[in-house]
């Protein structure tokens, strides 16, 4: 049942190029526009759309992190992006023209369900981004779009989570192209990248070997930092919460730019330090700012572990391990940045010689308030 892996996480990280590619199936028609299937909100009404919340809880949240920065770019509507448990109790500004949009792999999730049952009571359309047919919070719903990512078994998620990404950037993209033509060029070359990043995932997972070296011999790690910039930087806070999860190490993810706002303090001789660098042609020169950041961390004895491009030599002098990840634009860097972090989380839970399946005190879903 878990094919040949020694477990369900292992096996269910190997599954993303599936995962992703089964969650992009079938979303374009002849003509290259994005299709919905389950949708039962007119597109008049989508097309009315003036705000967008996000709910989610812990890993779907960071999906839904991800998300806000690539639907605000390419639909103009702003995002907000909340846990669940805090908007149901926080008086939100929702409307009729207001879209909340729930992502949960259960579909189960009691503080997500909440959320969305609250929305609909405030009269927002809501729509499930959901890997569970059947479901409760799709049920709930007036929209629901499938994951299609194959049963998560792993108490962790992985594959679940790569597939949320995708599927709020096809939603993403089907916003922008009711917004009018303008939006849609884009779309269709998003898409056309989207569904390359498969097999750039499949490599990825094909050397993975240096990545497991590391995990084993930091078994005795007791912290580990997390430093990420714009869509780099949920994926900090992924990373990290992985690390928790299943190595119980403390770990914590920072937005880059706050390191000198206090948690460079933190920072003494040997503190690993992973760093999602944003690929060199990403906007308003973050990848210089990222570098810099490296460079400062490491001349107060940071041990840097460092995830950047292909081909990206910067990084290099400040960099204790480069681990590589191949070119993608920078709005779809996530879906391959956070590969390795798993991987990391997967080998370190495993050279402690933990339950990677089933981590202490943790539920695959979590359906009580
Ligand atoms: C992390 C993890 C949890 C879930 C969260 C939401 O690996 O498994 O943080 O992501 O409990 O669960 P779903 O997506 O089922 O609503």
Redesign the pocket.
């Known amino acids: 049942e878990k094919g040949g892996y020694a477990t369900f996480m292992e096996k269910e990280i190997n599954e993303q190029p599936a995962a992703v590619r089964d969650t992009l199936l079938g979303r374009t028609d002849e003509n290259g526009r994005l299709v919905l299937d389950d949708m039962r909100i007119s597109e008049e009404e989508l097309s009315q759309i003036h705000r967008i919340y996000i709910v ?6 960071y999906a839904g992190m991800t998300a806000k920065y690539a639907i605000e770019h390419w639909t103009r509507i702003p995002v907000e992006v909340a846990l669940a448990h805090e908007f149901r109790y926080c008086d939100p500004i929702v409307d009729e023209r207001t879209l909340v949009v729930s ?7 009691m503080d ?1 369900l909440m959320a969305v049952k609250h929305a609909r009571s405030l009269g927002a359309k809501t729509l499930a981004i959901c ?1 569970t047919h059947g479901s409760t919070i799709p049920r709930e719903s007036d929209a629901v779009l499938y994951l299609h990512a194959g049963p998560e078994i792993a ?4 594959k ?2 790569l597939g949320m990404i995708a599927a709020c950037y096809v939603l993403g993209l089907y916003l922008a192209q009711l917004r009018g033509e303008t939006y849609a060029d884009d779309a269709k070359q998003v898409m056309a990248e989207l569904h390359g990043i498969p097999d750039k995932i499949q490599a990825l997972l094909d050397d993975t070997e240096r990545v497991k070296e590391i995990a084993f011999f930091m078994a005795d790690t007791r912290s580990v930092l997390f430093l990420g910039r714009n869509v780099g930087y949920p994926i900090a806070m992924e990373g990290a ?2 690390l928790k ?1 299943l190595a119980y190490i403390h770990a914590e993810g920072f937005a880059a730019g706050e390191l000198k706002h206090g948690p460079i303090a933190l920072i003494e001789p040997g503190q690993p330090v992973f760093i999602v660098v944003p690929g060199p042609d990403t906007p308003h020169d973050l990848h210089k700012k990222v570098v810099s950041n490296i460079q400062e961390i490491r001349a107060r004895g940071a041990r840097t572990l460092v995830i950047a491009e292909e081909g990206d030599e910067d990084v290099v002098p400040f960099a204790d391990e480069v681990i590589r990840v191949p070119q993608a634009s920078p709005l779809l860097e996530p879906l391959l940045t956070v590969v390795p972090l798993q991987v990391f989380a997967l080998h370190l839970s495993t050279a402690k010689g933990l339950d990677v399946d089933q981590p202490r005190n ?1 539920a ?3 359906t009580v308030e």
């Open positions: 989610a809880c812990g890993t779907a949240a992502i949960s792999q259960s579909g189960e999730t997500t890997n108490v962790a998620s992985t679940a989570f919460l992985k999860e943790l695959k879903s979590v």
